[in-house]
């Protein structure tokens, strides 16, 4: 089931619906004992570090183990379905990600409706995707990719995390913009993808700056640009995508959401120190390394940018008619 944006936003500031009294009770004394963060997305890619970076700062400041448990497949709807079914009392919690935007569209059915189902906590990260070929690729730039994809029409490879990842949509989004005409290769998740690009077996990916920025560093990947409006602290030199190819703009999120019905006041006890993190200097510096930006804001916030990032995924979905593997 589909809701609209304003539907959304409306169970989003009301998903924490109990007593004042209750809540405040529970959110004194949480945590009170160890919580888990339900990771959905395969291994070896930013999601996992994304992860781990979040939990060490809420063990360190709310006095109880975070841990990550990974919980792979079915496009993240299997950890989905585990934290919706959980008890609503902020002891387990989800990664939230780009594809829980791209879900909305991508599926027919759904065990569970992801707005109605998970109330949103915060942002960790937005994460600009790079585009990145093979050394082998005789294109250094976006225009010279552009003409090399045009002059070889579907004999180009462009690989993906899978159908309807970031890296597939991003993919996608840029050849609708730029006119071009490359071969969609989708892998289960971004070690395998990243893999053969090293390889050489496939000449393109819009990968995620966190996993990718060491092989560009190393020389083992070049970078074309970036897929943010602005260039990057870490990757001044690397243009973005719309200096060429005007008003295009790809970035995939991290966040944490909760069980529906979590007391509002533990929902804003987790938030307030998600955001104090993005405030230390040492976080924000790991954040910059990783080649990603902070995401702070408010519940509120991260429900209206779930909003907005599922309708401009959603045109995508529809226009490439992408379907799940």
């Avoid at 991003?170 to 071009?180: D, P, Q, R, T």
């Avoid at 120190?273 to 995401?295: C, R, T």
Wanted: proline share 9%; aromatic share 8%.
């Amino acid at each position: 089931m589909k809701l609209p944006r304003r539907k959304f936003l409306h169970l989003a500031a009301g998903a924490a619906a109990l007593p004042a009294m209750s809540r405040s009770a529970w959110a004194q004394n949480y945590p009170s004992r160890p919580v888990g963060l339900i990771d959905g997305y395969p291994p070896g890619g930013s999601a996992a570090i994304t992860a781990r970076l979040i939990v060490q700062w809420l063990s360190e400041r709310l006095g109880q183990p975070f841990a990550v448990h990974s919980r792979p497949g079915g496009g993240g709807n299997i950890a989905t379905e585990v934290v919706v079914s959980a008890p609503p009392d902020g002891h387990t919690l989800l990664l939230v990600g780009t594809s829980h935007t791209v879900n909305a569209t991508l599926y027919d059915k759904l065990n569970f409706n992801f707005v109605r189902d998970i109330a949103p906590v915060g942002g960790i990260i937005r994460q600009p995707q790079v585009m990145l070929v093979n050394p082998s690729v005789p294109a250094r730039t976006v225009p010279e990719f552009i003409a090399y994809a045009k002059s070889n029409p579907g004999k180009v490879s462009m690989a993906s995390g899978g159908n309807g990842s970031s890296s597939h949509l991003s993919g996608e989004l840029f050849k609708m913009m730029a006119g071009v005409n490359i071969v969609h290769v989708p892998y289960r998740g971004v070690a395998p993808a990243l893999t053969d690009l090293l390889g050489g077996l496939v000449q393109v990916y819009f990968g995620p700056a966190p996993a990718t920025i060491e092989y560009i560093r190393s020389g083992k990947l070049r970078a074309l640009a970036v897929t943010t409006s602005m260039r990057l602290e870490v990757l001044p030199d690397i243009p973005t995508v719309g200096e060429s190819v005007p008003g295009y703009e790809a970035i995939g999120f991290f966040g944490v959401g909760a069980p529906k019905n979590t007391p509002a006041d533990i929902v804003n006890k987790l938030n307030k120190e998600m955001n104090a993190g993005f405030a230390d200097p040492k976080m924000k510096a790991q954040i910059v390394d990783l080649g990603s930006m902070a995401f702070p804001g408010s519940p509120a916030d991260f429900a209206r940018f779930i909003a907005d990032d599922t309708d401009k995924w959603g045109k995508v979905i529809r226009t490439a008619n992408i379907k799940p593997q």
